[in-house]
């Protein structure tokens, strides 16, 4: 039989006594713990490095959009700078963005509010009912 990592192992003699037995069990245990964890680095240097190629990708690609985003700002101020002064279509794009911002923020700490205290309330309430429950039982 060969290991995972290309080594023969020892063969157990067919008539071994239970305490070489026992040995070859305990070696053959560690082994497999030792190569199960091997395996788990591997896997899990495999995954980090691909979640960190993907997060550059998302960086990358957000960096991307704030420009593009920048570019079509400057298309709304120079169409409306046709209509009206530069400074007045600046002001009043850069006015819509700020409004936009608020909105934003005031939306994001309502939903920040809903989430504190970060404790799992009703977990915590269905913990200390089943300990009430067993406490019950344990005295009848």
């Not at 020892?10 to 497999?32: C, D, F, N, R, Y």
């Not at 934003?104 to 509010?113: F, N, P």
Request: proline share 5%.
């Amino acid at each position: 039989m060969a290991e995972p990592n290309g080594s023969a192992q020892p063969a157990v003699p067919a008539e071994a006594s239970a305490g070489e037995l026992v040995k070859h069990l305990t070696e053959q245990v560690s082994l497999l713990i030792r190569d199960e964890l091997k395996l788990a680095e591997y896997e899990m240097t495999r995954k980090a490095k691909r979640i960190g190629r993907g997060a550059g990708m998302f960086g990358g690609s957000g960096l991307v959009a704030l420009y593009g985003i920048g570019c079509l700002l400057a298309a709304a101020i120079i169409g409306l700078a046709s209509v009206l002064p530069a400074w007045a279509a600046a002001l009043i794009v850069g006015g819509a963005l700020l409004l936009i911002a608020g909105v934003a923020a005031l939306m994001g700490k309502s939903q920040v509010s809903k989430g504190v205290p970060p404790v799992p309330e009703q977990t915590v309430q269905s913990v200390k009912a089943d300990v009430e429950e067993i406490k019950e039982r344990a005295h009848r």
